[in-house]
């Protein structure tokens, strides 16, 4: 509803009928339902001000006088911006960068070097090496079928001994298996360099985030229950457009912040 609308609804000269017109924009528009309870709340003050009755302006709306009363409630008070998070602070507060900085991400470590610029002790696990079925964002990032077989490098991280991070690297099978990519432990020097060694060429990755309720085994591993997780899929492609590698990270929302960068030299007002 756009204001023009609005402010057709607000001239209606009948007060019963302004009244009416808003319950109906209403019932289908929530989206400006705050202006629309005020416009109805002072309709119906109007006509009880003209001297109509409630159980009158209640006949002619279809609706109880109860009703009406809750009517004139509904947008009393002052609209005000909610207040901003009254929870707790979170334990910790990590940065995620999007995009992540060149520089950051061809490091040894993209957490341990984010980390250690924030002035936090990070630690790191590796939870899991081997072949598990594609989930359908990840069969879709890799290009094969959902529940094909994928080669699957899961990792946890904490930072001040606090969870914070799930991140999973998956790997198509014919790029990864019988390769270090494949192999137990932590791929040293860097992931980046075992992926070149293989004559994979970087050509460009997108990242997408996503935010949703953990799954069980993520609320456990994060201590997030009754808390939602923010999912970055970061994408590269070679320059076969071949997609090499989709990383999976699941970070506990209330213990991160995501600083959004811009291309060098796009910035504008």
């Known amino acids: 509803m756009d204001a023009r609308t609005l402010h057709g609804i607000a001239a209606i ?5 302004r009244a009416r017109a808003a319950s109906a924009a209403m019932g289908s528009l929530q989206g400006q339902s705050v202006e629309l309870s005020r416009i109805r709340r002072g309709a119906i003050v109007e006509a009880q001000d003209s001297g109509m009755r409630q159980d009158e302006i209640a ?9 009406v009363s809750q009517m004139k409630k509904a947008g009393a008070g002052e609209h005000r911006a909610p207040a901003g998070p009254v929870g707790p602070r979170p334990r910790v507060l990590v940065e995620r960068a999007l995009p992540t900085p060149p520089a950051v991400r061809g490091s040894k470590s993209l957490y341990l070097t984010e980390a250690d610029r924030q002035g936090l002790t990070p ?3 590796m939870l899991f090496v ?3 079925p594609a989930s359908e964002h ?3 990032a890799l290009r094969v079928e959902p529940g094909e077989a994928v080669v699957a ?14 991140a999973t690297s998956f790997f198509r099978v014919d790029v990864a298996e019988g390769t270090r990519l494949a192999g137990e432990g932590f791929v040293l020097p860097t992931l980046q360099a075992a992926i070149e060694e293989l004559g994979h060429a970087f050509a460009h990755a997108t990242e997408t985030l996503t935010a949703r309720p953990p ?4 609320a456990d591993l994060l201590d997030v229950a009754g808390e939602w997780v923010v999912q970055i ?9 071949v997609p090499v590698h989709a990383l999976e990270t699941v970070c506990a929302a209330s213990r991160h912040t995501f600083p959004i960068g811009q291309v060098a030299g796009a910035d504008q007002f």
Do not use: H, Q
Request: glycine fraction near 6%.
């Open 123 to 125: 630690r790191r696990e």
């Open 59 to 67: 006949r002619r709306l279809g609706v109880t006088p109860g009703r």
């Open 215 to 218: 799954t069980p085994y993520e």
């Open 138 to 140: 990840v069969a879709a």
């Open 130 to 132: 081997g072949r598990e």
């Open 13 to 17: 000269p009948d007060p019963v009928e």
């Open 153 to 166: 490098r899961r990792k946890m991280f904490w930072a001040d001994d606090v969870p914070v991070r799930i």
């Open 233 to 241: 899929l970061r994408v590269s492609v070679s320059t076969e457009n």
